[in-house]
């Protein structure tokens, strides 16, 4: 009994030894990889990396990636050491992305910095008219390139939005002026300005005076300016009584009436118009019977 019990020991040490043994075979045999770099650090533009492999010389391999800006330019295979080609697609965002290249379970990190962002704009200058309108500014940059646009002068240049990202067009919008000197504004897009000059209003008088006689009389004068440049004509004399003094713009006659002078003295006043001055003289009565 104790000769069979030693026996069946026997077997079961040398069954386990062969279990080990043959454990530690296939142990012994099982591929190990490693890549270097294990970490790459990369640029927003395109570009090609290789990456080696280090692996005993009967293992076979191919590689992978986690993302699809990560390309392989070939066949990531191989057998034993060698190295593969990745291809890093630029980076279409303003944020850092990271990527995995692996074979098995064995894997590096890619790590791509945003993309360099660069703006244009499609003017530099625009000459506006004193009425209230508006312009378009093309801001030319890559897709994934954010972009603030700003103004100097925001009480009456007003960019439509003020943010975006990628290539686009920004709607601006002017006031209407009424100032006789032109005013200007900057609209600031990537570091880039458009310079806005929007004109003051012009104002002009067919003429600058006019001669009445005695018994009074209706005269006029056209005033000149731009279709939104409003202005006003006023005296002080109450012997002129203007019948048409303002308009919202543009060219527009003022028309007076003068009242009959009693005196034998000449007089003279003056109209005040869009900033500009118009004489009127009128004959006395004693002028009057000399003629």
Excluded at 193 to 208: A, F, I, K, P, W
Aim: glycine share 10%; charged share 15%; net charge positive.
């Amino acid at each position: 009994m104790e000769r069979k019990t030693c026996l069946f020991c026997s077997l079961v040490y040398f069954s386990l030894m062969a279990i080990l043994f043959l454990a530690g075979d296939a142990f012994s045999q099982a591929c190990v990889y490693e890549l270097k770099p294990t970490n790459l650090k990369v640029k927003g533009h395109l570009e090609y990396y290789s990456i080696k492999v280090k692996t005993r010389p009967d293992c076979s391999w191919t590689a992978g990636s986690s993302k699809d800006w990560v390309n392989f330019p070939a066949p990531p295979s191989g057998k034993g050491p060698g190295s593969f080609k990745v291809e890093v697609a630029a980076n279409p965002t303003d944020m850092k992305r990271v990527a995995h290249v692996f074979i098995g379970s064995k894997g590096m990190t890619i790590t791509q910095e945003p993309m360099a962002c660069s703006y244009a704009i499609g003017q530099t200058q625009v000459t506006l008219p004193p009425a209230p309108g508006s312009g378009q500014l093309q801001v030319q940059t890559a897709g994934g390139c954010r972009w603030m646009a700003t103004s100097s002068a925001p009480e009456w240049l007003t960019p439509a939005h003020t943010s975006g990202r990628g290539p686009g067009v920004i709607q601006y919008h002017v006031s209407r002026y009424s100032g006789t000197s032109d005013r200007r504004g900057r609209i600031t897009v990537g570091g880039k300005t458009l310079v806005v000059r929007q004109e003051g209003c012009r104002y002009s008088l067919s003429s600058t005076q006019t001669q009445v006689p005695s018994n009074g009389g209706t005269r006029d004068f056209q005033v000149a300016s731009q279709p939104s440049c409003p202005w006003r004509a006023t005296c002080t004399a109450d012997w002129i009584n203007i019948t048409k003094r303002d308009s919202s713009g543009g060219n527009t006659l003022v028309t007076f009436s003068v009242s009959p002078n009693t005196s034998n003295q000449k007089r003279s006043a003056t109209i005040h118009a869009a900033g500009k001055n118009f004489r009127v003289d009128q004959n006395g009565q004693q002028a009057a019977s000399v003629q």
